[in-house]
């Protein structure tokens, strides 16, 4: 069974610019959420998807959005970029929402310039 | 979910049992101890989790204190491959969904 996908594993941005990154969770998972890793803050949730719909959702500025499809596929969208949005991206992909554990991606690391 | 505290780093010789500590004093009834575990440049990974009992699989096991106060993720047998981020987290399971949160984890550092 294939694990979870994400891409693309490595970005390079500029400030101002927007950037879409693309998650395919394990096959039958219908949950997907979004973490963002850095030096400073760790690892911090972004919002979590399940049949289409956000059900939770970080302290983050609206700057950052997600989408899941039908197929249980994901996108996370961060519009206008700064410095500080330079981190790891990981996605995590479970059958079910709230009981399950997490299967994580390796990760997109996003660079800011 | 309730807050835990980890040491920030620990060594383990190869071949030598890791004992990771988990202090949880504010945890409920309802909430959950679940480990996980990040090598470096991956996502992390799922150990183990459990509620009241010791609970034992492949990879490691867990054993939480009466009181639930605080546990401790046991590998037996560490390797060089062990070397990694451990994070203990608290957490309610219901089907409010599946927003963990990670504090600063336990650096490991298996040695030869």
């Known amino acids: 069974k294939a694990g979870v996908t994400q891409t693309p594993r490595y970005l390079i941005k500029t400030r101002g610019q927007q950037v879409t990154l693309s998650c395919s969770p394990i096959s039958g998972h219908r949950s997907v959420s979004w973490y963002q890793q850095t030096p400073g803050q760790g690892l911090q949730f972004l919002f979590e998807?399940?049949?289409?719909?956000?059900?939770n959702k970080g302290n983050f500025p609206g700057r950052f959005s997600g989408r899941q499809f039908s197929n249980s596929r994901s996108e996370m969208n961060v519009s206008t970029l700064e410095l500080g949005d330079s981190a790891l991206y990981l996605c995590?992909?479970?059958?079910?929402?709230?009981?399950?554990?997490?299967?994580f991606g390796s990760g997109t690391q996003l660079s800011v310039l | 979910d309730a807050k835990t505290t980890q040491p920030p780093s620990m060594d383990c010789a190869e071949g030598r049992a890791a004992n990771l500590p988990c202090n949880h004093s504010t945890i409920s009834g309802n909430e959950y101890v679940y480990w996980y575990r990040q090598i470096h440049s991956q996502g992390p990974q799922y150990i183990i989790h459990?509620?009241?009992n010791n609970e034992t699989n492949e990879m490691a096991s867990l054993i939480i204190t009466e009181d639930r106060k605080s546990s401790t993720l046991i590998l037996p047998h560490a390797t060089l491959r062990d070397t990694a981020v451990y994070y203990c987290?608290?957490?309610?399971?219901?089907?409010?969904?599946?927003?963990?949160?990670f504090g600063g984890g336990t650096r490991l550092m298996v040695k030869p």
């Open positions: 995590a992909s479970s059958f079910a929402s709230g009981i399950e554990k997490l299967f």
């Open positions: 998807y399940f049949s289409e719909t956000q059900r």
């Open positions: 459990g509620l009241k």
């Open positions: 987290i608290v957490r309610v399971d219901n089907n409010a969904g599946n927003m963990l949160t």
